[in-house]
């Protein structure tokens, strides 16, 4: 995207939640946008599935100008990119593999993925006839994955996936965002404040600050991976600097 800019009206005023940003994300690679609350992250990762239009400034994807589309073109541009939220937004009223398989019951995907493989995928097998009622966060969030990687998409967005999760529940999802980008080689970005998600998860990632890009950064992975260590090699690490 270049020079992406766009306003939003708040009670002080005019102000611009994206300010200049010009950014490029690599083909499959995991990219994280950082920042503090009311950063512009998510508005600026909405640009990319035109949930967001910028009010100047170019984006593009695979070559293609998102702003021009409209009609069909912009649906089959959104029908490649999947989403996955903070709060899940699963429907209360229906089973796991409802929720799942929702997306294949609004459009027609070229080649989407099975029922059977996402529910194994996301070690969601025996809980296909649960209600989200029932679920844990880390499940109900695994239920989003698999309902975003049913249809396939091309591009992964993440918007504070791990934020309503305990911090065990947080790397059990990172492990799963992990293993999906490498199974079905799909570009992701992830919006969070959680630096740690970043270290463990991205390859790279912007930094916003009050709408403006201010660095990107290339992350550094430890080379045992926080990911595999338990909460209590954790909360060591952390208090006690193990
Ligand atoms: N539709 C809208 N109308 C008015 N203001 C908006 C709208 N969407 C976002 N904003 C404001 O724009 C700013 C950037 O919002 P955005 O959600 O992109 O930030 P963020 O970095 O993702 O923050 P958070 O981590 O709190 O979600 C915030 O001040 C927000 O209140």
Redesign the pocket.
């Known amino acids: 995207m270049t020079e992406v800019s766009?306003s939003?009206?708040?009670k002080d005023g005019s102000?611009k939640?994206?300010d200049g940003v010009t950014l490029s994300i690599k083909e499959k690679e995991i990219f994280g946008?950082i920042?503090?609350?009311?950063?512009?992250?998510?508005?600026?990762?909405?640009f990319i599935n035109a949930l967001?239009t910028p009010d100047s400034g170019d984006v593009y994807v695979d070559g293609v100008e998102v702003g021009k589309l409209t009609g069909k073109r912009l649906r089959t541009h959104q029908k490649d990119i999947g989403m996955i939220f903070q709060h899940f937004n699963l429907l209360g009223n229906r089973t796991v593999e409802d929720n799942i398989r929702l997306p294949l019951t609004l459009h027609k995907y070229k080649t989407p993925l099975s029922l059977d493989e996402v529910l194994d995928f996301t070690g969601l097998s025996d809980k296909r006839s649960s209600y989200p009622a029932e679920l844990s966060g880390g499940q109900k969030q695994r239920v989003g994955i698999a309902r975003a990687l049913i249809t396939r998409p091309k591009i992964l967005l993440c918007?504070?996936p791990t934020?309503a999760l305990d911090e065990n529940t947080t790397y059990e999802i990172v492990d799963v965002l992990h293993k999906a980008q490498h199974e079905y080689g799909m570009t992701v970005v992830i919006?969070t404040?959680e630096l740690n998600v970043i270290k463990t998860l991205c390859h790279r990632a912007a930094v916003?600050d009050q709408?403006r890009l201010i660095d990107t950064i290339d992350v550094v992975h430890e080379k045992d991976g926080r990911s595999g260590k338990s909460y209590h090699e954790r909360v060591l690490e952390v208090l006690k600097g193990d």
């Open positions: 766009k939003f009206t708040g102000f939640a994206v946008i920042g503090e609350s009311g950063a512009g992250k998510s508005t600026l990762m909405r967001e918007d504070e934020s919006v404040h916003l709408g």
